[in-house]
C-alpha cells in the first residue's frame, strides 16, 4: 500500500482516494465550442511520463486537491489545495 498526502487530513492510505483526472481549462462558453474541440477536452489526456499533477479525491474528508506524481515510478511529490485563497 502507498500514502497519499491529503492536504486535509495528512498522510492517509491510497485506497481512501479516488482519480478524478488531469487538470485542465474547460471551453467557454460551450455554445462556442465546435465538436472537436469539445471531443478533445472529454476524451483526450496529455498522459506524460514522469512528473504528472493530477486532481484527486479524498472521500473521507470529501475535498479534492491537485496531488504530483512520477507516472513511472508511482512515487508521490508532493499535494496542494486547489480552493482559491487557500
Known amino acids: 500500500m502507498q500514502i497519499f498526502p491529503c492536504p486535509f487530513c ?9 482519480y478524478i483526472g488531469e487538470p485542465k481549462a474547460r471551453p467557454e462558453p460551450a455554445e462556442e465550442v465546435s465538436d472537436a474541440a469539445w471531443a478533445e477536452y472529454l476524451y483526450f489526456n496529455a498522459n506524460p ?9 479524498h472521500f473521507t474528508c470529501m475535498e479534492s486537491f491537485a496531488m504530483t506524481r512520477d507516472t513511472e515510478t508511482n512515487a508521490v511529490i ?4 486547489l480552493r482559491p485563497g487557500s
Open 10 to 18: 495528512g498522510p492517509r492510505d491510497e485506497t481512501e482516494f479516488q
Open 49 to 57: 511520463k514522469g512528473a504528472s499533477r493530477e486532481i484527486w479525491l
Open 78 to 81: 508532493g499535494s496542494e489545495v
